[in-house]
């Protein structure tokens, strides 16, 4: 199953570069650059793939799944497709990487923040600000090698700015599958060390897919982009374990995309050219 879903993901991605190479090899201006950003996302069903329902009554436990930052760094080549002037197709290469205590960082659990996950266990009729309820926190910080094709369409502007929505599809290959942080209140209950490994060699993160859409600018040699980013597939592989976690469907359905580029060198404004 999980083959068959990289394999179709593949697919898809060469088919969108195939429509576009004509297009690239024909380019009347290539124009390479860099870029900074960062996203603002949350993966969704990290209590379904940890918690039996059967198992925890309700009532007994509270969750909460966060939305969390990350950096990204990368570059670009600005793509203006022959006798297309108002068009730009902008291909990319971006690392993408979550800020999150270390696996091995001895912070304290009360110091440990931006945290993907936490649940609260009230037993024995605890509440979360007791110090006998148990409380476990978990970063998913895996990074990514993000390879993305998006459109823009520059339909508004003069020729210092021009302004148009964008659209395009990305594919993330994570390259830290097992970098997943536990941190406990409790570790006496068992060792936060010993139990991060364990669920680091369960919960494996998977190749992320999304689709793009948003708003661009242009602004002589940079470049502008606030975008949104659906996501199209599971980004947890939940292997065979004692843990009873179950295979669910782990995905970052809504996340968003903000950053700054800068081109080598300025572009003719497609809007001059029109005239």
């Not at 509270?62 to 990368?74: D, K, M, Q, V």
């Not at 912070?107 to 996950?117: L, P, Q």
């Amino acid at each position: 199953m999980i083959q068959r879903q990289q394999h179709t993901t593949m697919r898809i991605f060469a088919y969108l570069i195939g429509l576009l190479l004509p297009n690239i090899v024909l380019a009347q201006g290539l124009t390479p650059g860099l870029r900074l950003g960062a996203s603002y996302g949350r993966m969704d069903g990290t209590a379904q793939t940890i918690i039996r329902d059967e198992w925890y009554p309700e009532g007994s436990y509270a969750t909460s799944e966060r939305f969390r930052w990350r950096a990204l760094i990368g570059g670009y080549l600005d793509i203006q497709p022959t006798n297309v002037e108002w068009l730009r197709i902008e291909a990319s290469v971006d690392y993408e990487h979550a800020w999150g205590p270390s696996k091995n960082d001895p912070m304290e659990f009360d110091r440990a923040r931006n945290h993907d996950f936490e649940y609260v266990d009230w037993f024995n009729g605890n509440t979360a600000n007791s110090a006998d309820s148990l409380q476990y926190r978990l970063w998913f910080n895996y990074s990514y090698v993000n390879i993305g094709l998006v459109t823009n369409l520059y339909f508004i502007g003069s020729d210092e700015f021009r302004l148009g929505p964008s659209f395009g599809f990305n594919v993330g290959f994570n390259v830290t599958p097992k970098d997943v942080t536990y941190r406990s209140n409790h570790p006496d209950l068992g060792p936060d060390l010993q139990i991060q490994e364990n669920i680091s060699n369960v919960l494996r993160g998977k190749t992320a897919t999304w689709l793009i859409g948003g708003i661009g600018a242009q602004m002589g040699s940079l470049d502008l982009f606030a975008r949104y980013r659906l996501g199209l597939n599971d980004l947890v592989i939940t292997e065979a374990n004692s843990y009873n976690f179950i295979d669910n469907k782990n995905s970052a359905r809504v996340s968003w995309f903000f950053g700054a580029g800068y081109r080598f060198k300025k572009p003719d404004s497609p809007i001059k050219m029109a005239r």
